[in-house]
């Protein structure tokens, strides 16, 4: 192991891994906020919105997120919208995993029992009400544990933005590994990046479970 080169080179690798960051941090953002809506619509007593719902978790849980990739960058300037090779990165990777969170918000609150609503609504309650103060606070106490996992999920999927030029960090890893034929130092480098990455979310959702811990109710 040659700690000169990788000393040397490390700036180079960080630029990229701020990259890294910006664009789970965009897929982040889209994924929460989307998935709330897939969970809105899976939950909707309207047949045709629920089976709108269903029908997009089908399709991007069941397509590669680099075949959506592809699809959003080549595909989209044929419909006359040209999106960068950064947008649509992050674009495919909060539809794909608006999927996933959809489903763990939709697995949360089913978790809550009914007599919780029944509750609150007969207290004089409106639905949007119960739902806000008495049921959301703790499905998302429920749900943090996987919430996290798919959030780590989400920092290493955004290796597969390299395919099509986003400077994140396997891409800088690339470059330098043809200009320097130094694989070991560099891919090491590279996963020991991303394992802390992913050990920084791991100990932030530790500390939110532990400040938010389930309440267990009947």
């Known amino acids: 192991m040659d700690f000169a080169f990788i000393k040397t080179n490390a700036p180079f690798l960080?630029?990229?891994?701020?990259?890294?960051?910006?664009?789970?941090?965009?897929?982040?953002?889209?994924?929460?906020?989307?998935?709330?809506?897939?969970a809105a619509l899976t939950m909707s007593r309207l047949a045709p919105l629920r089976w709108l719902g269903l029908a997009f978790v089908e399709v991007m849980r069941n397509t590669p997120i680099l075949v959506q990739i592809f699809v959003l960058?080549?595909?989209?300037?044929?419909?006359?919208?040209t999106l960068s090779a950064f947008a649509s990165a992050v674009l495919a990777m909060s539809l794909q995993n608006s999927a996933y969170v959809g489903e763990i918000y939709r697995a949360g609150l089913e978790s809550i029992h009914p007599r919780q609503r029944?509750?609150?609504?007969?207290?004089g309650m409106m639905p949007g009400q119960a739902?806000?103060?008495i049921l959301l606070p703790q499905a998302l106490r429920r749900v943090l544990?996987?919430?996290?996992?798919?959030?780590i999920?989400?920092?290493?999927?955004?290796s597969v933005a390299s395919t099509i030029a986003v400077a994140e960090l396997?891409?800088?890893?690339k470059l330098l590994l043809d200009r320097s034929a130094a694989p070991y130092e560099t891919f090491t480098t590279v996963a020991?990046?991303?394992?802390?990455?992913?050990?920084a979310v791991a100990g932030l959702l530790k500390v939110a479970e532990f400040r938010f811990p389930v309440r267990v109710s009947q």
């Not at 960058?73 to 919208?81: A, I, Q, R």
């Not at 029944?118 to 207290?123: H, Q």
């Not at 999920?153 to 955004?158: E, G, P, S």
């Not at 020991?192 to 050990?199: H, K, R, V």
């Open 145 to 151: 544990p996987p919430l996290g996992n798919q959030f």
């Open 73 to 81: 960058y080549f595909g989209m300037p044929t419909l006359g919208l």
């Open 170 to 173: 396997t891409q800088a890893g």
């Open 131 to 133: 739902l806000r103060t």
């Open 118 to 123: 029944e509750a609150a609504l007969a207290l």
């Open 14 to 38: 960080l630029d990229g891994a701020t990259m890294t960051v910006a664009l789970a941090l965009g897929a982040l953002i889209g994924a929460t906020a989307g998935g709330a809506v897939v």
């Open 192 to 199: 020991l990046m991303y394992l802390g990455m992913s050990a």
């Open 153 to 158: 999920i989400i920092i290493k999927d955004t």
